[in-house]
């Protein structure tokens, strides 16, 4: 080839790329809630990240001078405790920005766990068809039979009571989702000529799965990855909830409000606080994931 036309296909590809994210942003930007919840959830990111740094007092910290303490404008309160404290003189506030990192820590690592087997299933399901693919769809169609929630709760029974074993059982619960809509996608992409060409060039079963044909696939798989996101953080929270997920005193926001539920009627911060943060992070996350959907599925797109 060329220096001259090597140089122009060099300098083409970036071009390509660039032209790509900003038609991606300009249909993600006209969507305010996506934005909106894309910057809220820029701003979880940060909060978890420098918690050491923003938070005042440590999570696990006790004043016994300050027991139930009420947030500062009420009367009682103090800037001291922003939030006020619960049961045990702990600060709510530290609290919620520390429980931050464990909900994003429990999404990241549902979501990889669920995406990575569930894709790898998918695909093969939708590679070999025939018994393979039968005996995968089955035994998806009886993890969907169950409730999610049940079945997470029998997990973590049988697995027992923790936040790894939460997180191990949930990610289980979402799989079946990964592994339908990658089939769905692969048996979409089988048929087209791009695969016919490269099978007639003698390109590798390995390769033409996860090289040729995955990356056609994954526009449906990163907006489900971005819903099931706010779907493992309120499981993971209903666990903690529960009991099963998160054992006290981690600042999980789930078991923060199952060790408030006495003082509900004295003490309304120490419930209504964690579960605000939860209502707000899975909107956010939400809002988002319809932004992804209306940027990446191109029937949504306007000509």
């Not at 060099?10 to 809630?33: H, K, Q």
């Not at 070999?128 to 997990?155: E, Q």
């Not at 996101?229 to 006290?248: C, H, N, R, Y």
Request: net charge neutral.
């Amino acid at each position: 080839m060329p220096d001259g036309v090597a140089q122009q296909v060099i300098d083409f590809r970036p071009v390509g790329r660039m032209a790509l994210m900003r038609e991606f942003w300009a249909y993600f930007s006209e969507n305010r809630g996506a934005v909106m919840g894309l910057c809220f959830f820029v701003a979880i990111i940060i909060i978890a990240l420098f918690a050491d740094f923003i938070a005042p007092h440590l999570p696990n910290e006790q004043y016994r001078e300050a027991f139930l303490r009420p947030p500062f404008w009420q009367d009682g309160g103090s800037l001291e405790f922003p939030l006020g404290t619960d049961a045990v003189g702990r600060d709510m506030l530290s609290r919620l920005i520390y429980g931050a990192r464990f909900s994003l820590f429990i999404g990241c690592v549902v979501v990889s766990i669920a995406l990575v087997v569930g894709v790898v299933l998918g695909l093969v399901a939708g590679f070999f068809r025939g018994r393979i693919d039968t005996a995968i769809m089955r035994l998806m169609d009886i993890i969907l039979a169950f409730p999610s929630l049940l079945l997470a709760l029998v997990l973590v029974a049988i697995l027992g009571p923790s936040l790894i074993n939460a997180m191990i059982a949930i990610a289980i619960v979402q799989q079946p989702h990964y592994v339908r809509l990658t089939r769905a996608a692969v048996m979409g992409e089988m048929s087209k000529d791009y695969v016919t060409a490269a099978r007639v060039i003698g390109v590798r079963r390995l390769r033409l799965m996860f090289v040729t044909i995955l990356p056609n696939c994954m526009a449906p798989l990163i907006v489900q990855a971005a819903l099931s996101f706010s779907t493992a953080i309120l499981d993971a929270a209903a666990l903690g909830f529960l009991g099963m997920g998160a054992q006290p005193p981690t600042p999980e926001w789930g078991t923060m409000l199952a060790e408030a539920r006495e003082f509900i009627l004295r003490a309304w911060w120490v419930v209504t606080l964690p579960g605000c943060a939860i209502l707000l992070t899975v909107l956010a996350i939400n809002l988002m994931g319809d932004g992804l959907r209306d940027a990446l599925d191109p029937k949504l797109k306007r000509s």
